[in-house]
C-alpha cells in the first residue's frame, strides 16, 4: 500500500477515536421541544377604501388615456432628442477649431 493511504487511514482512525472519547465524556442530555402556545388567529386588515371614479363610456376613456400617454412620451422622447443634440454640439464646438484656435499648417 502507498504511503499516503496509510497516513490517510491512520488519520481516519485518530479522528474516529477523538469523536468517540468526545462523545463517551459528554452526558446524555434530552433536548424538550420548546412548548408553543396556541396561535392566536390573524386580525385581518382594514379594507381600502379608493375614491369613486366618475363614469365614462368605455372605449372613450381607454383612447383619451393611450393618446394622452403617448403625447406624453412623444414629449419625452423630443427632450432627450435636444438635450442629446446639445451635449453634442457642445462637445464638438470643443473639438473644432474657433477663431483663437485655429490650427496650424
Known amino acids: 500500500?502507498?504511503?499516503?493511504?496509510?497516513?490517510r487511514d491512520?488519520?481516519?482512525?485518530?479522528?474516529?477515536?477523538?469523536?468517540?472519547?468526545i462523545a463517551a465524556a459528554r452526558p446524555a442530555v434530552a433536548?424538550?421541544?420548546?412548548?408553543?402556545?396556541?396561535?392566536?388567529p390573524a386580525e385581518?386588515?382594514?379594507?381600502?377604501?379608493l375614491?369613486?371614479?366618475?363614469?365614462?363610456?368605455?372605449?372613450a376613456s381607454e383612447r383619451a388615456e393611450i393618446e394622452r400617454r403617448v403625447a406624453k412620451f412623444k414629449a419625452q422622447q423630443q427632450k432627450f432628442r435636444e438635450a442629446r443634440e446639445a451635449d453634442y454640439h457642445a462637445i464638438f464646438s470643443k473639438t473644432r477649431?474657433?477663431?483663437g484656435n485655429a490650427a496650424r499648417r
Do not use: D, H, N
Open 97 to 99: 477649431p474657433q477663431a
Open 31 to 40: 433536548i424538550a421541544a420548546p412548548a408553543r402556545e396556541p396561535a392566536k
Open 1 to 7: 500500500m502507498q504511503l499516503w493511504m496509510r497516513e
Open 10 to 21: 491512520q488519520l481516519i482512525e485518530q479522528t474516529r477515536a477523538f469523536v468517540e472519547g
Open 51 to 59: 375614491p369613486a371614479m366618475p363614469a365614462l363610456a368605455p372605449g
Open 44 to 49: 385581518l386588515p382594514r379594507p381600502i377604501e
